[in-house]
């Protein structure tokens, strides 16, 4: 696609209830990352994903969040028994990946964002 | 390991300068710089590679010191458009994660 998409743009959850947000990334972006936004916050990395290496999952904050990418193209972030402290923007980010195509210059896209919000 | 931005915040008017610092206590490969406007994405403005240089988009530049760990972006003449928050993105190897610091939120005013 033309750029990164992410579904859905906004999503409203009851507390406890599991959620599960897309993303597309740009086709041939072999580096695919998922990061948090709170309100007014910075952007906090959640997990990594390189072409077929397996994932870096290090920023992950509990056992609740997991991701998936299926085909090295979309990927799916799960929140299971959402809290209310899991309200926040996620943002997918695409690049090339430096190593893999031996590319200097590269630089992550963004998707929209999905705004969480749990009630 | 999340670098480090000074300052937090900079409120500025039409046509002064700033400087936005970011520094690391890893050894990096890389660092970019983005800016994101209230309700959007982030957007590209430079990267800064190891053994690189000192990169200039109009009238945004920015420079690497990869002994100190430590980059530097500089907005001269500063314009209404350039307000909105700026990170910088690290990597420790090539191919390694984007660890984004803090943020610098900037105001250009009239």
């Known amino acids: 696609g033309a750029g990164v998409s992410q579904s859905p743009s906004n999503k409203v959850t009851e507390k406890g209830k599991d959620v599960e947000l897309r993303c597309d990334p740009i086709s041939g972006h072999t580096a695919l990352y998922w990061y948090r936004q709170s309100l007014g916050q910075g952007l906090e990395f959640l997990i990594y994903?390189?072409?077929?290496?397996?994932?870096?999952k290090s920023g992950l904050p509990s056992d609740r969040f997991s991701a998936e990418r299926t085909g090295g193209s979309v990927s799916t972030l799960t929140i299971q028994r959402t809290q209310q402290e899991d309200s926040a923007v996620y943002l997918c980010?695409?690049?090339?990946?430096?190593?893999?195509?031996?590319?200097?210059?590269?630089?992550?896209?963004f998707g929209q964002g999905t705004r969480l919000t749990v009630v | 390991q999340q670098p480090v931005q000074s300052p937090q915040a900079v409120i500025l008017r039409e046509g002064e300068d700033a400087v936005i610092n970011c520094s690391s206590s890893k050894a990096l490969y890389s660092v970019h710089w983005y800016r994101q406007k209230h309700g959007e994405a982030p957007v590209f403005l430079m990267i800064l590679l190891k053994g690189g240089e000192q990169k200039g988009h109009e009238k945004i530049s920015a420079s690497f010191n990869e002994k100190k760990q430590q980059s530097s972006l500089y907005l001269t003449a500063s314009q209404l458009s350039y307000s909105g928050t700026y990170f910088c993105?690290?990597?420790?190897?090539?191919?390694?994660?984007?660890?984004f610091g803090q943020g610098t939120e900037l105001s250009v005013k009239p």
């Open positions: 980010a695409s690049s090339l990946s430096f190593a893999w195509q031996g590319l200097q210059n590269t630089e992550a896209f």
């Open positions: 993105g690290t990597e420790e190897h090539q191919g390694g994660k984007l660890i």
């Open positions: 994903f390189q072409g077929n290496s397996a994932p870096d």
